[in-house]
């Protein structure tokens, strides 16, 4: 089992994508595990979701426990997280379980300026038709074979490639690019299950191949061959009632995987019994060197099959 399959690790997942559809424009969320200084041990300690509210002359965080065990949250618990906040320099701390709390520890979390929120399942909406899914495809790729193209003579033997920026790619880099390039082909319905060739020409402007003996090649391209199989996905929504302090949300969840995009679905009633939706990748995208570079290698895209 993957550790993002664990259910401690769901939740946070799950508690992460939903606080990012509630949180302002000011708020950075970073999940999973954050870790902030302890005051005493100087030493780093993990926190599952931490909000980051900027207000420009002050800063406030705000740190999340989820609990996905077995038996609602007692006293030690709740003692636990809040001493782990002031000694981490967290000014808010909330608790989420997904099996509710003791009443003793609610009277302890008050006690010690704990919010403690519960997540429940949920059995239906009525702004949400049931079933309701989520259809797209996924790209499963053969054995890649790749070939450097270089702009004059080809050397002897093939060393490290580097980019525009001097930056080493991989052999595993490369493949993943050849991976997003391809695009799902116009008639996709009509491929699901088949087994479909593909020949691609990336460009690389800038790169280069710096081979045994020291000596740097200019490359030109990169030619790509392999086989593309694409099966179709069904992801459906589960229902959950968020609530603790006031306040209580009703959303819809969905995991994702529409070709390379692997991520959720996440729909949220307002207290104005309105319903946003938003797309929350697991990953922030961060542009890079190879991104730019992907996205020149577009022009030079050429597939057969």
């Not at 970073?30 to 993990?46: G, H, M, Q, S, V």
């Not at 429940?120 to 890649?144: M, Q, R, S």
């Not at 692997?262 to 104005?272: A, C, E, F, K, L």
């Amino acid at each position: 089992m993957r550790k993002s399959d664990r259910p401690g690790k769901k939740l946070e997942r799950l508690i992460a994508s939903l606080e990012r559809t509630l949180a302002s424009s000011n708020a950075t969320i970073e999940a999973p595990c954050r870790r902030l200084k302890d005051r005493d041990t100087n030493r780093r300690r993990e926190h599952d979701v931490v909000i980051t509210w900027d207000f420009g002359h002050h800063v406030l965080i705000t740190a999340i426990e989820c609990r996905d065990r077995s038996r609602p949250v007692g006293v030690p618990e709740v003692e636990s997280f809040a001493k782990k906040c002031e000694r981490t320099g967290v000014n808010h701390g909330v608790i989420v379980s997904a099996r509710g709390f003791r009443d003793s520890a609610r009277e302890k979390a008050d006690a010690c300026g704990i919010l403690c929120m519960s997540l429940e399942d949920a059995g239906a909406f009525d702004w949400l038709p049931i079933p309701t899914c989520v259809f797209g495809y996924t790209k499963n790729f053969g054995h890649v074979d790749l070939r450097l193209m270089f702009e004059l003579e080809a050397p002897e033997t093939v060393g490290a490639v580097h980019d525009v920026t001097g930056a080493t790619v991989s052999q595993d880099q490369i493949v993943q690019m050849v991976s997003n390039l391809v695009p799902l082909p116009d008639d996709v319905d009509d491929k699901i299950g088949k087994l479909i060739p593909v020949s691609l020409r990336m460009n690389c402007p800038g790169w280069t191949m710096k081979d045994d003996l020291g000596k740097i090649w200019q490359l030109d391209h990169i030619m790509a061959r392999t086989t593309l199989q694409i099966d179709r996905t069904v992801s459906s929504f589960d229902l959950h009632r968020y609530s603790g302090g006031g306040k209580s949300y009703n959303f819809a969840s969905c995991d994702v995987k529409i070709a390379g995009l692997h991520g959720q679905i996440v729909m949220v009633q307002n207290d104005d019994e309105e319903v946003g939706i938003w797309l929350i990748p697991d990953k922030t995208p961060v542009p890079s060197v190879t991104e730019r570079t992907r996205s020149e290698a577009k022009d030079g895209i050429s597939t057969d099959g």
